[in-house]
C-alpha cells in the first residue's frame, strides 16, 4: 500500500508520543494528541457521511483546527481541499463549482461566509470543525486502519490564480511526500527542529513543502497567522529553528523599530519564495535579522512545489538566482521553444520533472496537456543561465511587456527601483499604448516622499531608454493574495485607471 501523509501523522505518533508537535495560540499538543483527536473527528465524519474519494474544502485559520479536518478526512480517504479563508462566496462557489465539491470544513468564525456560499452552491457536507471536535469525543481514538494506497488522490491544491479562477492541482500521498522528503534531505531537517509557519496553511509550498517536511522528520511545529510583531515574538519564545516565508514577510518584519531587541538567534533557516527579493531588499533583511542563513527556495504548485534552492553561501556570488541544481528528486532545464537547451546567457523556459509533479489539473486534460509535455512541467518562467550554470528568473512568460515589438521585462525594472532608497517596493506592468502596442508603467510603495522626476533620473542611469517606465503612479500597498503574490491583473487595472 505504500506510507501515507496520515500514516506519517500516525508513526510519529508512536515515535514521539510525549513531544510537543503542535504549538498555536490556543493549544500545545503532542503527535499523540493530534492523532488521537483526528481518529475521533474521522469517525464522526464518516457516521455523517463522509467517505472516500469526496472532495471537501478546508476552511481554516492557521491554527489546531486546521489539522485536526485536513488528516480526518485524509484517514477516511477523502480529499482536503485547502481554500483561502479570504475569498468571497461567489469567488468559493466558482472554485468548488469547478472540482465538483462535496462539502466544506470550516472554522467557526467563518461560518456566515460558508452559509452564503451553500446559497450559490449546493454542498452535502458542511461541518464546523469546532462543533465536529466537540461532538467526537465520544468517538474511538485509535487509527482507522481503512485501506488507502500511497496512490490514491490525497489532495487537491489551487494555484495562486494570480490571472484567473485558480485550477485544482491533484496529487496523491506518494507525490506529497516526495515533496518531503527532498526537502528534508536538502534542509537537513531533523527531529530536533522547530518550524515556524505563518504563512496560510491554504496555499501550496507552507503545507505541501514545508509543513510536510517537518512533519516526514518529526519536528514540532509552531503555527500562528503571520504579523510582522508576532513573528518575531514567536521566534524568541519558541526557540525556533526554521521558517518559510514570502519575501514581503521578511521586509516587513525587518521594519520594527525593536527588531535589535529580540533573539532571533535559533533561527538556522529563513527559507524565502512565492516571489523576488531584490538584491537590495535582501541586504536589508539580512542586516535586520543580523543572520544570513537565508535561502531562496523555487517551484511551482504543479511540481509539489518543488524545484531548486539556493543556499546562504551563494548568496554571496549569485544573490537573485534560483540556484544552479534542482532539488534531489527533480531536474531542471532551461529552453528554447524547440525543446533545446539554451546557451549562456540566453533567454528561455524554465521545465522541471521529478517525483512530486501534480497527476493533473482536475478534469482539464487540454490545461493538464499544455502544462506537462513527455513528463516536463512548463513553468512558464523566463529565465537564463549564467556561465557557471545558475539560473536567474527575467520573469513570468505572460508578465512580459511587448512595446513597439520589443520585449522588456518588469522584473529587471523592479530591481533597479528597489535599490532607491525611498522607494520600498514597485510592481511594473504593461498598458496598451495606441501605438507602441503597450507602454511602460511603475506603480510605487514609497517609504517617504519622492518626486517622479527623482525616480525617471535614478532608472534611466542604471537602463536603456526604452526599458524606463513612461509612467509612475503612487499607492499605499500593492495588491497580494494570501501567499503574498503581487496580483499582477489588479496592479495593471490600478494602473490603467490611475
Given at each position: 500500500?505504500?506510507?501515507?501523509?496520515?500514516?506519517?501523522?500516525?508513526?510519529?505518533?508512536?515515535?514521539?508520543?510525549?513531544?510537543?508537535?503542535?504549538?498555536?495560540?490556543?493549544?500545545?499538543?503532542?503527535?499523540?494528541?493530534?492523532?488521537?483527536?483526528?481518529?475521533?473527528?474521522?469517525?464522526?465524519?464518516?457516521?455523517?457521511?463522509?467517505?472516500?474519494?469526496?472532495?471537501?474544502?478546508?476552511?481554516?485559520?492557521?491554527?489546531?483546527?486546521?489539522?485536526?479536518?485536513?488528516?480526518?478526512?485524509?484517514?477516511?480517504?477523502?480529499?482536503?481541499?485547502?481554500?483561502?479563508?479570504?475569498?468571497?462566496?461567489?469567488?468559493?462557489?466558482?472554485?468548488?463549482?469547478?472540482?465538483?465539491?462535496?462539502?466544506?470544513?470550516?472554522?467557526?468564525?467563518?461560518?456566515?461566509?460558508?452559509?452564503?456560499?451553500?446559497?450559490?452552491?449546493?454542498?452535502?457536507?458542511?461541518?464546523?470543525?469546532?462543533?465536529?471536535?466537540?461532538?467526537?469525543?465520544?468517538?474511538?481514538?485509535?487509527?482507522?486502519?481503512?485501506?488507502?494506497?500511497?496512490?490514491?488522490?490525497?489532495?487537491?491544491l489551487f494555484t495562486s490564480g494570480t490571472t484567473g479562477t485558480p485550477k485544482g492541482a491533484v496529487f496523491n500521498h506518494e507525490?506529497?511526500?516526495?515533496?518531503?522528503?527532498?526537502?528534508?534531505?536538502?534542509?537537513?531537517?531533523?527531529?530536533?527542529?522547530?518550524?515556524?509557519?505563518?504563512?496560510?496553511?491554504?496555499?501550496?509550498?507552507?503545507?505541501?513543502?514545508?509543513?510536510?517536511?517537518?512533519?516526514?522528520?518529526?519536528?514540532?511545529?509552531?503555527?500562528?497567522?503571520?504579523?510582522?510583531?508576532?513573528?518575531?515574538?514567536?521566534?524568541?519564545?519558541?526557540?525556533?529553528?526554521?521558517?518559510?516565508?514570502?519575501?514581503?514577510?521578511?521586509?516587513?518584519?525587518?521594519?520594527?523599530?525593536?527588531?535589535?531587541?529580540?533573539?532571533?538567534?535559533?533561527?538556522?533557516?529563513?527559507?524565502?519564495?512565492?516571489?523576488?527579493?531584490?538584491?537590495?531588499?535582501?541586504?536589508?533583511?539580512?542586516?535586520?535579522?543580523?543572520?544570513?542563513?537565508?535561502?531562496?527556495?523555487?517551484?511551482?504548485?504543479?511540481?509539489?512545489?518543488?524545484?531548486?534552492?539556493?543556499?546562504?553561501?551563494?548568496?554571496?556570488?549569485?544573490?537573485?538566482?534560483?540556484?544552479?541544481?534542482?532539488?534531489?528528486?527533480?531536474?531542471?532545464?532551461?529552453?528554447?521553444?524547440?525543446?533545446?537547451?539554451?546557451?549562456?546567457?540566453?533567454?528561455?523556459?524554465?521545465?522541471?520533472?521529478?517525483?512530486?509533479?501534480?497527476?493533473?489539473?482536475?478534469?482539464?486534460?487540454?490545461?493538464?496537456a499544455a502544462a506537462i509535455k513527455g513528463g516536463w512541467l512548463y513553468t512558464g518562467d523566463i529565465a537564463y543561465r549564467d556561465?557557471?550554470?545558475?539560473?536567474?528568473?527575467?520573469?513570468?512568460?505572460?508578465?512580459?511587456?511587448?512595446?513597439?515589438?520589443?520585449?522588456?521585462?518588469?522584473?529587471?525594472?523592479?530591481?533597479?527601483?528597489?535599490?532607491?532608497?525611498?522607494?520600498?517596493?514597485?510592481?511594473?506592468?504593461?498598458?496598451?499604448?495606441?501605438?507602441?502596442?503597450?507602454?511602460?508603467?511603475?506603480?510605487?510603495?514609497?517609504?517617504?516622499?519622492?518626486?517622479?522626476?527623482?525616480?525617471?533620473?535614478?532608472?534611466?542611469?542604471?537602463?536603456?531608454?526604452?526599458?524606463?517606465?513612461?509612467?509612475?503612479?503612487?499607492?499605499?500597498?500593492?495588491?497580494?493574495?494570501?501567499?503574498?503574490?503581487?496580483?499582477?491583473?489588479?496592479?495593471?487595472?490600478?494602473?490603467?485607471?490611475?
Amino acid at each position: 500500500m505504500g506510507l501515507t501523509v496520515h500514516g506519517v501523522l500516525e508513526r510519529n505518533a508512536r515515535k514521539f508520543p510525549e513531544k510537543e508537535a503542535f504549538i498555536t495560540p490556543n493549544v500545545r499538543l503532542t503527535y499523540a494528541d493530534m492523532n488521537e483527536k483526528c481518529n475521533q473527528i474521522a469517525r464522526l465524519l464518516q457516521a455523517q457521511g463522509i467517505q472516500q474519494g469526496d472532495k471537501v474544502a478546508v476552511m481554516s485559520r492557521n491554527s489546531e483546527h486546521y489539522f485536526y479536518a485536513f488528516f480526518s478526512l485524509m484517514k477516511l480517504g477523502a480529499i482536503p481541499m485547502p481554500l483561502n479563508i479570504r475569498l468571497t462566496p461567489t469567488e468559493l462557489a466558482a472554485i468548488l463549482k469547478e472540482v465538483n465539491a462535496d462539502g466544506i470544513l470550516f472554522e467557526d468564525e467563518l461560518q456566515a461566509n460558508v452559509k452564503a456560499t451553500k446559497e450559490l452552491l449546493p454542498l452535502t457536507h458542511i461541518f464546523s470543525i469546532q462543533q465536529a471536535g466537540a461532538l467526537a469525543s465520544d468517538y474511538a481514538a485509535d487509527n482507522l486502519d481503512l485501506p488507502i494506497d500511497s496512490r490514491d488522490v490525497c489532495e487537491i491544491l489551487f494555484t495562486s490564480g494570480t490571472t484567473g479562477t485558480p485550477k485544482g492541482a491533484v496529487f496523491n500521498h506518494e507525490r506529497v511526500l516526495a515533496v518531503a522528503t527532498a526537502v528534508s534531505l536538502n534542509f537537513g531537517l531533523s527531529n530536533e527542529d522547530r518550524m515556524l509557519t505563518l504563512m496560510p496553511l491554504s496555499h501550496s509550498a507552507p503545507i505541501n513543502t514545508f509543513f510536510m517536511s517537518g512533519l516526514y522528520s518529526g519536528c514540532s511545529h509552531v503555527i500562528a497567522d503571520f504579523a510582522p510583531k508576532t513573528f518575531l515574538q514567536l521566534i524568541q519564545q519558541e526557540k525556533t529553528t526554521f521558517s518559510f516565508a514570502a519575501p514581503i514577510a521578511y521586509l516587513l518584519s525587518s521594519q520594527d523599530p525593536e527588531i535589535d531587541q529580540y533573539d532571533l538567534s535559533s533561527m538556522r533557516v529563513f527559507a524565502y519564495g512565492g516571489g523576488p527579493l531584490a538584491l537590495a531588499s535582501y541586504e536589508r533583511v539580512k542586516k535586520a535579522f543580523k543572520n544570513e542563513n537565508f535561502f531562496q527556495v523555487y517551484g511551482l504548485t504543479e511540481a509539489g512545489p518543488n524545484g531548486t534552492l539556493l543556499y546562504p553561501r551563494e548568496h554571496l556570488t549569485k544573490a537573485g538566482s534560483i540556484g544552479k541544481y534542482a532539488t534531489v528528486n527533480m531536474e531542471m532545464r532551461v529552453v528554447r521553444p524547440d525543446g533545446s537547451e539554451t546557451a549562456a546567457n540566453e533567454y528561455g523556459e524554465i521545465i522541471l520533472t521529478g517525483d512530486s509533479l501534480m497527476l493533473e489539473y482536475y478534469q482539464k486534460l487540454e490545461e493538464t496537456a499544455a502544462a506537462i509535455k513527455g513528463g516536463w512541467l512548463y513553468t512558464g518562467d523566463i529565465a537564463y543561465r549564467d556561465e557557471d550554470g545558475y539560473v536567474y528568473i527575467v520573469d513570468r512568460k505572460k508578465d512580459i511587456i511587448i512595446s513597439g515589438g520589443v520585449n522588456i521585462y518588469p522584473r529587471e525594472i523592479e530591481e533597479v527601483l528597489a535599490k532607491h532608497e525611498a522607494v520600498s517596493e514597485s510592481c511594473v506592468v504593461g498598458i496598451p499604448h495606441p501605438e507602441w502596442g503597450e507602454t511602460v508603467k511603475a506603480v510605487v510603495v514609497a517609504k517617504e516622499p519622492v518626486a517622479e522626476e527623482e525616480l525617471r533620473a535614478f532608472v534611466s542611469t542604471h537602463l536603456a531608454d526604452y526599458k524606463c517606465p513612461r509612467l509612475y503612479s503612487f499607492v499605499e500597498e500593492l495588491p497580494r493574495n494570501a501567499s503574498g503574490k503581487i496580483l499582477k491583473q489588479q496592479v495593471k487595472q490600478l494602473a490603467t485607471s490611475v
